[in-house]
């Protein structure tokens, strides 16, 4: 079990949650962050920090999709442990519909 | 009188307590005393961290628990179920219920993980002693 970062993270990546993850598996793409399903203990402790509310337990129906991305990406996109400055117009982004459609980026983030 | 609320001071207590128990536990005892053959003072503060950084938010702890897990030899997954009852039992006398029932839903969330990443992922390597 593990929890997966969803749409509304992308182009806000606030990155409380890395913050606060004891065991620092979250990876970082351009503009999105996501959980390595191996490396998650399953505690949950990043699920409230985030302020998008972008982040769901695997067994809450429907993830199926978002699980295989967030196992996916994590393996290509650096480790991020540190949290930095989220993205300018993060809040402008924060609750618009279908981002994954329109601004996800493969592109590897800058990691720690 | 039960700890009602959760404090770095009942962490503490919880962690000592528990691996005090864990330490005099016929099952659990050998395969902790291999594993941690030495002085069991940074492993209790490793544990403080853990569980100040899984309840409090404090981000304290920075580890990787999958790869530990991985490296110890004999882990089967009934002893998981032994660390469950241990825990639970220490919790309900430490704290009252509502605090002891959240302390046991995210160790029992975190140990079934655990054994996922140990016990069933065909494409990761295997405890040795798992034939």
């Not at chain 1, 989220?86 to 996800?104: N, S």
Request: aromatic share 10%.
């Amino acid at each position: 079990m593990t929890f997966v970062v969803t749409d509304n993270c992308i182009k806000c990546k606030y990155m409380d949650c890395v913050e606060v993850c004891p065991v620092d598996c979250f990876y970082e793409g351009e503009n999105m962050l996501v959980i390595h399903p191996d490396e998650c203990i399953d505690c949950g402790v990043c699920e409230p920090e985030c302020p998008a509310e972008a982040i769901f337990p695997d067994t809450q129906a429907g993830l199926e999709s978002w699980l295989k991305l967030n196992a996916d990406y994590a393996l290509v996109w650096p480790t991020i442990t540190n949290k930095r400055e989220p993205p300018a117009d993060a809040k402008e982004f924060d609750g618009v519909p279908g981002k994954f459609e329109q601004y996800l980026s493969s592109n590897p983030g800058q990691g720690d | 009188m039960k700890i009602d609320h959760i404090s770095e001071d009942g962490i503490r207590r919880l962690v000592d307590e528990f691996y005090a128990r864990v330490r005099a536990d016929t099952e659990l005892a050998p395969i902790f005393n291999r594993a941690i053959p030495g002085d069991w003072g940074l492993h209790l503060a490793t544990m403080r961290d853990f569980w100040s950084s899984v309840v409090l938010t404090s981000g304290r702890y920075k580890g990787n628990p999958v790869a530990v897990h991985l490296r110890i030899e004999g882990m089967v997954p009934r002893l998981f179920d032994r660390w469950l009852e241990l825990f639970g039992e220490t919790c309900g006398e430490l704290f009252d219920d509502s605090l002891a029932e959240a302390f046991r839903a995210k160790a029992l969330r975190i140990a079934e993980s655990l054994k996922l990443a140990l016990f069933y992922r065909p494409d990761r390597p295997r405890p040795r002693s798992v034939p």
